[in-house]
């Protein structure tokens, strides 16, 4: 993830950043775990996505120790397994 600039500006097209709160997906091995509003900046232009390292943090901390609010099932595809067609 890139380094939002000093000025508030998207460091990757320049565009305004919006404070907002979005799902985050954290994968750490064979654990997939989704977290809902995560606080983030996100560009009004290109959509590039900021968390702010301490939020990252607490996204590892909860992978590792944390107790979900809920469990989902998960369906998964292969596109390596479908027939070309």
């Not at 305004?16 to 232009?45: M, S, W, Y």
């Not at 590792?64 to 998964?76: K, N, Y």
């Amino acid at each position: 993830m890139p380094t939002k600039s000093q000025r508030g500006a998207c460091a990757v097209c320049g565009g305004k950043l919006a404070a907002t709160t979005i799902t985050h997906e954290g994968r750490r091995g064979d654990k997939f775990c989704l977290f809902q509003n995560v606080p983030a900046q996100v560009c009004e232009r290109c959509g590039e996505v900021w968390i702010e390292e301490s939020v990252l943090q607490e996204i590892d901390r909860l992978i590792e120790h944390g107790r979900p609010t809920r469990t989902e099932e998960t369906p998964v595809f292969d596109l390596a397994q479908v027939p070309a067609g």
